[in-house]
Structure formats: C-alpha cells, structure tokens
C-alpha cells in the first residue's frame, strides 16, 4: 500500500528556518507531480508548492525568495526548505503526490501524507 510519511515540522522563532521532508513507500510504479500544502487554523487548504518530475516548481506568491523545494526521486522523496518563517507561516503542512502503485500502473492515483505541524512564535 502507498503511503506518504512527512517529518520536519517543529517550533521555531521568527526568521528561523525548517525543513520538512516527504517520503513515499509502498509498490510504486511511478510518481508525477508531488506538492507541499498547508492549512492553518480555521482556513483551508492552500497550495504552497508543486514540483514535477524533473524538478520544475510552481510556487506561491506568499512564499516565493524564502521556501526552496527538491525531490531525489531515487528516494521518492520531496523536501521543502524553509526560511525567513514568519508567525503567519504557522499551519499543518501536508505532502500531496500523485502516484501510480506497481499494481495498477494504468494511471494515477493522489496520496496525501498525515501533514506536520509547524509553528512559528517566539
């Protein structure tokens, strides 16, 4: 079964920085598109980024210059670096992925992870 797994998250102050990693295990076949969302309480879901298989990114206006993102997809991991964090930062951050398990490699199929709680307060 496909699973994506994020760790990373944590406290930290105000300009301090993060980075949070996402990890998908399971039979893969292959995986297109992963992205980073993030909600914060009482508000929805947001895109933070998306990256596609040859590291092409998409970020959002709010964290462009101070969120990077990689994948290794020898790893079937995706990374989100983040600094300069800011007090509004502050949210559940989810991995999101569209994937193709090795048992049905006919499409894909979209996967999100248990999300990771970053806050950012002094």
């Known amino acids: 079964q496909v699973q994506l797994v994020e760790s990373g998250g944590g406290l930290v102050q105000p300009g301090g920085s993060l980075r949070l990693s996402c990890t998908a295990s399971?039979?893969?076949?292959?995986?297109?598109?992963m992205s980073w969302y993030r909600q914060a309480p009482g508000k929805e879901r947001e895109l933070v980024v998306a990256?596609?298989?040859?590291?092409?990114?998409d970020f959002t206006e709010f964290v462009k210059g101070r969120f990077t993102c990689s994948r290794d997809n020898a790893k079937n991991t995706v990374y989100l670096q983040m600094n300069s964090l800011k007090p509004e930062d502050t949210a559940v951050y989810y991995c999101?992925?569209?994937?193709?398990?090795?048992?049905?490699?006919?499409?894909?199929?979209?996967?999100w992870g248990q999300g990771t709680q970053v806050t950012v307060s002094s």
């Open positions: 990256i596609d298989s040859d590291g092409t990114t």
């Open positions: 999101f992925a569209e994937i193709a398990p090795a048992n049905d490699n006919r499409r894909q199929y979209y996967y």
């Open positions: 399971g039979s893969i076949f292959n995986i297109g598109v």
